[in-house]
């Protein structure tokens, strides 16, 4: 059974299932604000908290400690683990920075061209315009040292050498990505999901196509691909940011596309979207078909690639998603 982890702005919650589930909070006050695993070591997660660093635990959570002897900033917006390149972790900031690290995060180094890239001038995030962030690392699967890097908001960006030097945004590509991905089964495929719509590109981010048909909500935050069919798209949306994350005033709906760009709601057994925030959405390789979905209604599974949804029954904190989401992975068994 899988384990499954949600960042949230009062702890981080780790719903294990043995004979029924329980729920463990983790890093209470630290402000969880991403999270990856390690593909090639299953045990070893990765938490980055607003404000408080980077943590590691080596037991599959249930344990953590800081790391990051070498990252300038404590807001630790983006973390991913290569597939490609054993050891390899990438870090992203507010302001907006990425650091590498080849130790398994113990010691990092900036990969300070980022910030010569020409767009950087126009990276502004709207509730803040003085700053910005990375949003999102997405590291190629099959491909050591290609890395895609989200900005939000201003660029989706690219390095091929493991962030020693950087290629800027393209014309037509995303500006405000909230997450992207890729998938083994289609080498040069990207996806993002973005507050300008869905974008894809077949060629490693050379060129992009947004591809908007269906979608009535094209503020987009998650996307999550069939482990099996990366032909098998889904995504979570919203009409924009004031009614995305705050459930208070919240709408937010899914959608799912198959093999061609038009999009349709995907909604059978999740709650109504009027009061539900935009869900984060993952994925786990072992679990072909299956996608997860978490918002303020709480964790939410689909068996057939997003067709139809089923609630979770884990007994999570009281009130544990008042404040929104900020992330949720899957921990394989």
Request: a negative charge; aromatic letters at 8%; charged letters at 20%.
């Amino acid at each position: 059974m899988v384990t499954l982890v949600v960042a949230t702005e009062p702890a981080l919650l780790i719903a294990r299932h043995s004979s029924k589930w329980v729920v463990e909070e983790h890093l209470k006050g630290n402000s969880p604000e991403s999270l990856t695993v390690d593909p090639q070591n299953p045990t070893r997660v990765y938490c980055g908290t607003w404000g408080n660093g980077l943590w590691r635990s080596d037991d599959a959570g249930k344990s953590w400690h800081p790391v990051g002897l070498g990252i300038a900033h404590d807001e630790i917006t983006a973390v991913a683990v290569s597939p490609a390149e054993r050891g390899v972790v990438y870090a992203g900031t507010e302001p907006s920075a990425v650091f590498r690290s080849e130790s398994g995060g113990e010691t990092w180094t900036e990969l300070s061209d980022l910030q010569s890239l020409p767009s950087a001038r126009s990276w502004s995030f709207p509730p803040r315009p003085e700053t910005h962030h990375v949003r999102w690392i997405e590291p190629d699967p099959t491909v050591a040292g290609r890395v895609f890097v989200a900005i939000e908001a201003g660029a989706l960006v690219r390095t091929l050498d493991g962030g020693q030097t950087w290629l800027d945004r393209v014309p037509g590509s995303p500006i405000d990505t909230h997450m992207a991905a890729t998938h083994r089964l289609a080498p040069r495929r990207v996806y993002s999901a973005a507050g300008d719509g869905y974008f894809e590109s077949d060629n490693a981010g050379e060129s992009w196509a947004r591809q908007v048909d269906g979608l009535h909500h094209r503020y987009l935050v998650g996307v999550a691909v069939d482990p099996a069919d990366p032909n098998t798209v889904v995504v979570s949306a919203a009409s924009g940011p004031f009614v995305a994350y705050s459930p208070r005033r919240a709408e937010a709906y899914i959608y799912r596309k198959l093999g061609r760009p038009l999009f349709e709601l995907a909604m059978e057994g999740l709650p109504d979207g009027q009061g539900t925030i935009t869900s984060r959405l993952a994925t786990n390789p072992d679990e072909p078909g299956v996608i997860y979905a978490v918002n303020n209604y709480g964790l939410f599974c689909s068996p057939d690639a997003g067709q139809s949804w089923k609630t979770v029954e884990i007994p999570w904190p009281q009130h544990a998603f008042a404040h929104g989401v900020a992330a949720l992975i899957c921990l394989p068994d």
